[in-house]
């Protein structure tokens, strides 16, 4: 599981520090939530909900962290399937590189919902937020990730 764990971690977290130190806690807490696992659903479905708590729960401790030690930091702006391999091959940049530019909570509920397939109810239970909360960051994170999407084309911008 350690590979989910580490490709999971890293598709929510901005710095690959911060997806290691995730990928680590959530190996252990699997450890520790093992005795629990009482045979619902499959064990890496458990495994993926360890590891997004865990690394959400990660995300807002830096978060927390960085807006202590500096004012200036802006407050985060509180089943389909994925896409095509010939749209990613016509971005412009990677996938990845756009969704590194996204704030915290939209790159989160984006993930889940594209790349990992939670409904609406399981993201905002994973999240701890209302499934309003979680329909308005999918679709502002799907707005922002438009624009810069355009805005990479209008301008040549490609990936180095």
Same mark, same amino acid.
């Given at each position: 599981?350690?590979?989910? &764990?580490?490709?999971?971690?890293?598709?929510?977290?901005?710095? *690959?520090?911060?997806? *290691?130190?995730?990928?680590?806690?959530?190996?252990?807490?699997?450890?520790?939530?093992?005795?629990?696992?009482?045979? =619902?659903? #499959?064990?890496?479905?458990?495994?993926?909900?360890? /590891? /997004?708590?865990? %690394?959400? @729960?990660? !995300?807002? +401790?830096?978060?927390?962290?960085?807006?202590?030690?500096?004012?200036? &930091?802006?407050?985060?702006?509180?089943?389909? %399937?994925?896409?095509?391999?010939?749209?990613?091959? +016509?971005?412009?940049?990677?996938?990845?590189?756009?969704?590194?530019?996204?704030?915290? +909570?939209?790159? #989160?509920?984006? /993930?889940?919902?594209?790349?990992?397939?939670?409904?609406?109810?399981?993201?905002?239970? $994973?999240?701890? &937020?209302?499934?309003?909360?979680?329909? %308005?960051? $999918? $679709? =502002?994170?799907?707005?922002? &990730?438009?624009?810069?999407?355009? @805005?990479?084309? !209008?301008?040549?911008?490609?990936?180095?």
């Amino acid at each position: 599981l350690a590979p989910r &764990v580490r490709r999971i971690a890293g598709s929510l977290l901005r710095n *690959d520090h911060d997806a *290691d130190d995730a990928s680590q806690v959530a190996l252990l807490e699997l450890v520790r939530a093992l005795p629990t696992y009482r045979g =619902e659903g #499959t064990i890496e479905a458990f495994c993926d909900r360890v /590891v /997004v708590r865990t %690394s959400i @729960r990660i !995300a807002r +401790a830096r978060r927390l962290s960085s807006v202590r030690t500096d004012g200036g &930091v802006e407050p985060d702006e509180l089943p389909s %399937s994925p896409p095509r391999a010939d749209l990613a091959e +016509a971005l412009p940049r990677t996938i990845e590189a756009y969704l590194h530019e996204l704030p915290e +909570a939209r790159r #989160t509920a984006l /993930v889940l919902r594209h790349a990992m397939g939670y409904s609406m109810d399981e993201i905002a239970a $994973l999240t701890e &937020v209302s499934v309003n909360t979680v329909k %308005s960051r $999918l $679709l =502002e994170a799907r707005d922002q &990730v438009r624009r810069m999407v355009r @805005r990479d084309v !209008a301008t040549g911008r490609r990936a180095p």
